[in-house]
T-cell receptor, first 113, second 114 residues
Framework: GNSVTQMEGPVTLSEEAFLTINCTYT??????LFWYVQYPGEGLQLLLK?????DKGSNKGFEATYRKETTSFHLEKGSVQVSDSAVYFC????????????FGTGTQLKVEL | EAQVTQNPRYLITVTGKKLTVTCSQN?????MSWYRQDPGLGLRQIYY???????DKGDVPEGYKVSRKEKRNFPLILESPSPNQTSLYFC?????????????FGPGTRLLVL
């Protein structure tokens, strides 16, 4: 079955540091890939997505590239802010644009001044 | 404002006392789903519905029921809650056909079963 593996947290960074959160997946065919963000006390919000190999999703300074050869979708940001502190979830949906999402375990990011 | 709402946001109950968590969306989405979030396990799907009167089990359906009598509502029912159902629950919705299937999540319901 499908699975998503992401790096364990918490990840603690200083403001303006570079961020990478690793995500790898196991799935048949060409799933769609997502990053969701959960701010404290809130539900999940879609941060970015990519639907085919080599696509780059981007939003709010975050980027992730769909790498089929390494089955990865690593999240990056060049300069994090305190307001980026949240839990980040990598997820996939089945090839063909199915609705079901398979999530990773989440990575907590703490950004300090 | 397009949104998914859940009620209640917080709930403390005792083992065996039936409860319902409501979920409602105003985006005319066909697909709705319930997830539970537990530390170290991420989000796992409980039940989903592709449209009115169409529901199916997700990965962890034991101990839960759902119904989909109206397009906008998808309540989660715990007939006899147990402590292992203490968790954070999220409802989500999306379109079920076409290219745009981004799932929108509710704010979550934190449940404690004593």
């Amino acid at each position: 079955g499908n699975s998503v593996t992401q790096m364990e947290g918490p990840v603690t960074l200083s403001e303006e540091a570079f961020l990478t959160i690793n995500c790898t997946y196991t799935a048949t065919g060409y799933p769609s890939l997502f990053w969701y963000v959960q701010y404290p006390g809130e539900g999940l919000q879609l941060l970015l997505k990519a639907t085919k190999a080599d696509d780059k999703g981007s939003n709010k300074g975050f980027e992730a590239t769909y790498r089929k050869e390494t089955t990865s979708f690593h999240l990056e940001k060049g300069s994090v802010q305190v307001s980026d502190s949240a839990v980040y979830f990598c997820a996939l949906s089945d090839q063909g644009g199915g609705n079901k999402l398979t999530f990773g375990t989440g990575t907590q990011l703490k950004v300090e001044l | 404002e397009a949104q998914v709402t859940q009620n209640p946001r917080y709930l403390i109950t005792v083992t065996g006392k039936k409860l319902t968590v409501t979920c409602s969306q105003n985006m005319n989405h066909e697909y709705m789903s319930w997830y539970r979030q537990d530390p170290g396990l991420g989000l796992r799907q409980i039940y989903y519905s592709m449209n009115v009167e169409v529901t199916d089990k997700g990965d962890v359906p034991e101990g839960y029921k759902v119904s989909r009598k109206e397009k906008r509502n998808f309540p989660l029912i715990l007939e006899s809650p147990s402590p292992n159902q203490t968790s954070l629950y999220f409802c989500a919705s999306s379109f079920s056909s076409g290219r745009e299937k981004t799932q929108y999540f509710g704010p979550g319901t934190r449940l404690l079963v004593l």
